[in-house]
């Protein structure tokens, strides 16, 4: 049973576009949630997080929103650029370990 | 320069064997953690451990076992038992709780002949 998704397993955007990736979770226990980028033969590097207190959190090109109601966060990058190109994990935390998603590669269009 | 490193890059598993994947970090973190990662899968938690010479079961420790003699190591035996081993393994470490920023490293892809 997975408790987070993310039912897109690929998404195509041509550069300069705005990108959002999607995550839904399960569990109303969750209450911190982060995202993570990870190039081919590397291992995942944090990008961005959010507290369940907020709804909104900005960093540069990346903004994470979350819909608790929803049980719903996306990540918007804005503008894409070619180096974007990667996978990125959403993961959520119960304060005691992070459960991941599945991930969704992001292909950024020249 | 801090950071995680694992070795081997690549290993290779004959049936019955076990196996030791490394993982070193020189971060002074004090939480390590070991994640496999199946293709179509996100990462799932094998071992984690919050002090040297503890360390507690993740989600799918059967077949796994580990050490954490010192703080900068967190060695992965992949033993005889794991039946499906194949697949990307994945250490990292944090400051402390989960909810610290973990720092990966390059991963050990596990392969059997």
């Known amino acids: 049973d997975q408790q987070v998704k993310q039912n897109s397993p690929s998404l195509s955007v041509q550069e300069g576009r705005i990108s959002i990736l999607n995550c839904d979770y399960t569990?109303?226990?969750?209450?911190?949630f982060l995202w993570y980028k990870k190039y081919p033969a590397e291992g995942p590097t944090f990008l961005i997080s959010i507290s369940s207190i907020k709804d909104k959190n900005e960093d540069g090109r990346f903004t994470v929103f979350l819909n608790k109601s929803a049980k719903h966060l996306s990540l918007h990058i804005v503008p894409s650029q070619p180096g974007d190109s990667a996978v990125y994990f959403c993961a959520a935390s119960d304060r005691y370990q992070l459960i991941w998603g599945a991930g969704t590669k992001l292909i950024i269009k020249p | 320069d801090g950071g995680i490193t694992q070795s081997p890059k690549y290993l290779f598993r004959k049936e019955g064997q076990n196996v030791t994947l490394s993982c070193e970090q020189n971060l002074n973190h004090d939480a390590m953690y070991w994640y496999r990662q199946d293709p179509g899968q996100g990462l799932r938690l094998i071992y984690y451990s919050q002090i040297v010479n503890d360390f507690q079961k993740g989600d799918i420790a059967e077949g796994y076992s580990v050490s954490r003699e010192k703080k900068e190591s967190f060695p992965l035996t992949v033993t005889s038992a794991q039946k499906n081993p194949t697949a990307f393994y994945l250490c990292?470490?944090?400051?402390?709780?989960?909810?610290?920023?973990?720092?990966f490293g390059p991963g050990t892809r596990l392969l059997v002949l």
């Open positions: 569990n109303s226990m969750f209450d911190y």
């Open positions: 990292a470490s944090s400051r402390g709780t989960p909810l610290e920023t973990q720092y």
